[in-house]
């Protein structure tokens, strides 16, 4: 167990709609990543926050949004979705911003049908 | 920008000795991290490198050369349990990425 914490484990949705994924990280980290992991296309970084602001922006779609909160956990927000959204989202976190060291999350499947 | 590859499957004997190869091409970065990665788990940090040279941690190695653009993952005594997924990535010196990771390589370990 990492300590991170991904709700919801899954979730089945149809196209052109919104979803909201949830991460609290590790106690103490305040950095939080989002990765995007589908089959052909590996771990791909979508952003970065670090204690609430937001540091690092990967290949993020524009549909796509994600905050960080006072109390640290993250929200990624999916919108207008497509079928090719569907993928596995991790939610890392690790103690500062350098980042070599990252603690993931169980993971949020996503499916679009 | 950065790239890595990496080999996209191994296979090994259990007991045996496996060594996953990493190259890569970058402008600068600060380490090499390798990940494990079950099917249908999340990933989980190994080692990292900042140097060149080997890093010992139990049954698994990472080796790091800065001049060969190169770096390893040696995994000695294979078990069953590791099979799995394993990811290779950078943290470079610039850019808006944080860690840049390989495609992974999908090691199964047999009988």
């Known amino acids: 167990d990492s300590g991170v914490t991904q709700t919801p484990k899954h979730l089945i949705t149809a196209t052109g709609q919104r979803v909201t994924l949830r991460c609290s990280p590790r106690s103490g980290d305040l950095s939080v990543y989002w990765y995007q992991q589908s089959l052909d296309q590996g771990l791909q970084f979508l952003i970065q926050?670090?204690?609430?602001?937001?540091?690092a922006k990967g290949n993020i779609l524009e549909r796509f949004s994600a905050q960080q909160f006072p109390d640290l956990h993250s929200e990624l927000n999916l919108s207008s979705l497509e079928l090719g959204d569907s993928a596995l989202y991790f939610c890392?976190?690790?103690?500062?911003?350098?980042?070599?060291?990252?603690?993931f999350g169980p993971g949020t499947r996503l499916t679009v049908t | 920008g950065q790239s890595l590859e990496q080999p996209s499957e191994v296979t090994a004997v259990e007991g045996a000795i496996v060594q996953i190869n990493c190259t890569y091409q970058t402008s600068g970065f600060y380490g090499l991290s390798w990940y494990q990665q079950h099917d249908g788990g999340a990933p989980t940090f190994l080692s990292y490198n900042a140097l060149d040279g080997l890093e010992e941690t139990g049954r698994f190695s990472s080796f790091l050369s800065r001049s060969d653009s190169y770096g390893y993952l040696l995994l000695q005594e294979l078990q069953m349990k590791d099979s799995a997924s394993y990811f290779c990535a950078v943290s470079p010196a610039s850019g808006n990425t944080p860690l840049v990771f390989g495609k992974g390589t999908r090691l199964s370990v047999i009988a």
């Open positions: 926050y670090y204690n609430g602001e937001e540091r």
């Open positions: 890392a976190s690790s103690v500062g911003l350098g980042g070599y060291e990252q603690y």
